[in-house]
């Protein structure tokens, strides 16, 4: 006799299960909104992962990486350095090289053309004036490629 309203107490509890366990804001996914200053923000951080093993099997390299308490926006000068929340940039340095480029984008980092062999990349997490605030190098081995097939001659 109460068989159905059983039924409906079940459905509810577990559409309200369901509905509760793939519940989330804007603020899980994204964060804290960047249009809000943040008072006594807490200390900047890099992190970076190694390279994609996909496309390094193939020569290339494609490293990500992502920051913590810091937007990455092509922003710069001692001005910058009052904004809320904190911006800056990335320094990369391949093999130790004297220079290196600046990724202001956040995105993955793409390095081609390395000979095999053992490689380094340094990531320098810097303020707007380039000082620097953190920084990970990310070690790896590009593996010997096949030698492309020369084409007939005609
Ligand atoms: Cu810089």
Same mark, same amino acid.
């Given at each position: !006799?109460?068989?159905?309203?059983d039924? !409906?107490a079940?459905?509810?509890?577990?559409?309200?299960f369901?509905?509760?366990a793939?519940a989330?804001?804007? &603020?899980?996914? &994204?964060?804290p909104?960047p249009l809000?200053? #943040?008072?006594?923000?807490?200390?900047?951080?890099?992190? *970076?992962?190694?390279p994609?093993?996909?496309?390094?099997? &193939? /020569?290339?390299?494609f490293i990500?990486?992502?920051?913590?308490?810091?937007? =990455?926006v092509?922003?710069?000068?001692?001005?910058?350095? @009052?904004?809320?929340?904190?911006?800056? $940039? =990335? $320094? *990369?340095?391949? @093999? @130790?090289?004297?220079?290196?480029? *600046?990724?202001?984008? /956040?995105?993955? *980092?793409?390095?081609?053309?390395?000979?095999?062999?053992? %490689?380094k990349?340094?990531?320098?997490?810097? @303020?707007?004036? %380039? &000082?620097? #605030?953190?920084s990970?190098?990310?070690?790896?081995? #590009?593996?010997?490629?096949?030698?492309?097939?020369?084409?007939?001659?005609?």
């Open positions: !006799m109460y068989a159905p309203l039924c !409906m079940v459905l509810a509890a577990s559409t309200l369901a509905a509760t793939v989330q804001t804007a &603020r899980d996914v &994204r964060g909104s809000v200053a #943040i008072e006594n923000e807490a200390p900047a951080r890099l992190i *970076v992962d190694s994609l093993a996909e496309q390094l099997a &193939r /020569g290339l390299v990500q990486y992502a920051t913590e308490n810091l937007r =990455v092509p922003v710069f000068g001692k001005g910058a350095l @009052d904004v809320s929340p904190r911006i800056g $940039h =990335v $320094h *990369v340095t391949v @093999d @130790d090289a004297p220079w290196h480029f *600046v990724d202001a984008s /956040g995105e993955t *980092v793409i390095v081609v053309g390395l000979k095999p062999g053992p %490689h990349v340094l990531f320098e997490l810097a @303020d707007p004036t %380039h &000082r620097v #605030i953190d990970k190098t990310v070690s790896f081995e #590009i593996p010997p490629q096949p030698k492309p097939v020369p084409s007939p001659a005609r």
